[in-house]
């Protein structure tokens, strides 16, 4: 049974010699991946201005029909709801772009990266150098990229079906807690028990949803972390096979997986105190003890 001491020491072993190479493919990962993410947010920032300018000029021409154009019953113009209609739409339209620009970059930039930078872990602990930049854009090869993309996908939708199901009881206790309050005459300046005890009640819901909610996703995360490892190491295995063996792979071993990441604790305070910058020396270290894991995991699994 691998221990976190163990793992531990066996990445600063592969480390060894490397460590300032795997900061600086770190960083070059970093910058990869903010730059795509800044083309695609200053593309909608920039669409959004505009959108904005239009927004204006939509009020300000309701505001003159209001003295000029046809009013209904109610003071208002009657062209106001088509137009607001149609202003709605195109609101909507390009929320829903917008966020088709983030999964599209994160499906098929960030998470191709991710792996790739994942492989460099695995050659320096089977003797490789750490010099060569070339792992990091490994998912991008020809036979390779669309089975990466695909495994991680895969991954993130059971990832997002698992957090909205676990986020149902959050989402119903603050919407009945909600209704609840403006039900409420807020003129009065105190409140009896039966409504205390109801928005008591409410907010248990919520705790205790938020708490499932927690467990759910924490569970998830780490029934589903070796997907990446498993697709890197083996290349005939496909991205619904590699999900399930993670899953197999992770059973009984979540807490002990848990305590693992926990026992960073140090080096995520010092993350914390340089403002993030202290991430460039903790995910060289995080990452060779998770491929460490993973091979520990992949031992003991091979051998039930």
Not at 139 to 159: D, E, Q, S
Not at 170 to 176: E, G, K, Q, R
Not at 185 to 203: K, Q
């Amino acid at each position: 049974m691998w221990t976190c001491d163990d793992l531990r020491a066996k990445a600063r072993l592969a480390l060894t010699g490397k460590y300032w190479w795997a900061v600086l493919w770190t960083l070059v990962y970093t910058l990869l991946v903010g730059t795509a993410s800044s083309i695609v947010s200053g593309i909608f920032t920039f669409v959004f201005q505009i959108f904005g300018s239009f927004a204006t000029l939509f009020m300000e021409g309701s505001s003159l029909q209001e003295t000029s154009g046809s009013i209904t019953s109610r003071g208002i113009p009657a062209s106001f709801f088509p137009q607001l209609a149609l202003f709605t739409l195109i609101f909507m339209a390009m929320i829903l772009l917008m966020y088709a620009g983030i999964f599209a970059v994160m499906f098929f930039i960030t998470f191709p990266l991710s792996i790739g930078y994942q492989k460099w872990y695995f050659d320096i602990r089977e003797g490789g150098e750490g010099k060569r930049v070339d792992p990091l854009f490994m998912a991008f090869r020809k036979n390779t990229y669309w089975r990466m993309v695909r495994g991680m996908a895969w991954k993130t939708l059971w990832t997002f079906l698992w957090a909205l199901i676990g986020a149902i009881p959050i989402i119903l206790s603050s919407a009945a807690a909600f209704v609840f309050i403006f039900s409420l005459d807020i003129r009065r300046t105190s409140f009896g028990n039966s409504e205390i005890a109801v928005l008591m009640i409410l907010t248990g819901i919520y705790l205790v949803g938020f708490i499932l909610y927690a467990i759910i996703i924490m569970n998830k995360y780490y029934a589903y972390m070796f997907t990446s490892f498993l697709l890197i190491d083996d290349p005939s295995l496909g991205f619904r096979e590699a999900l399930k063996k993670s899953i197999a792979m992770s059973k009984g071993q979540k807490l002990h997986m848990f305590f693992l990441e926990l026992s960073f604790i140090g080096w995520w305070a010092l993350v914390f105190l340089t403002c993030g910058y202290g991430s460039l020396f903790l995910i060289p270290y995080l990452t060779a003890t998770q491929t460490e894991l993973y091979f520990a995991r992949k031992a003991e699994f091979s051998q039930m």
